[in-house]
Nanobody, 121 residues
Framework: QIHLVESGGGSVQAGGSLRLTCVASGYTDSPYCMGWFRQAPEKEREWAARMFTGNTPYYDPSVKGRFVISEENDKNTVYLQMNSLQPEDTAMYYC???????????????WGQGTQVTVSS
């Protein structure tokens, strides 16, 4: 059984930083795609950042230059370092893992429970 466990969300003031961690267990495909979707209230779910094993990471333009995604393949762990956070980054952040980096969240079947990030101005 595949489990994704996220941690690291919280509340910060604008300009602050948070680091999200996601640990996947039970996933055996390799290579794989792992990353973070986010969903703000009344908005659609969107990619924040993702990476396919050994490839250049993808960032949504709104977070590029502020967020850094990294991974430890041998531990099936992915991190999202979020710097210079802004109120518009407020969202629930969900970790996903899959065989490919699908553009649509509907294509992913393995999700974490989500971790809330709240940024106040």
């Amino acid at each position: 059984q595949i489990h994704l466990v996220e941690s690291g969300g919280g509340s910060v003031q604008a300009g602050g930083s948070l680091r999200l961690t996601c640990v996947a267990s039970g996933y055996t495909d390799s290579p794989y795609c792992m990353g973070w979707f986010r969903q703000a209230p009344e908005k659609e779910r969107e990619w924040a950042a993702r990476m396919f094993t050994g490839n250049t990471p993808y960032y949504d333009p709104s977070v590029k230059g502020r967020f850094v995604i990294s991974e430890e393949n041998d531990k099936n762990t992915v991190y999202l370092q979020m710097n210079s956070l802004q109120p518009e980054d407020t969202a629930m952040y969900y970790c996903v893992i899959g065989k490919y980096c699908y553009s649509s969240s509907d294509m992913f079947t393995h999700w974490g429970q989500g971790t809330q990030v709240t940024v106040s101005s």
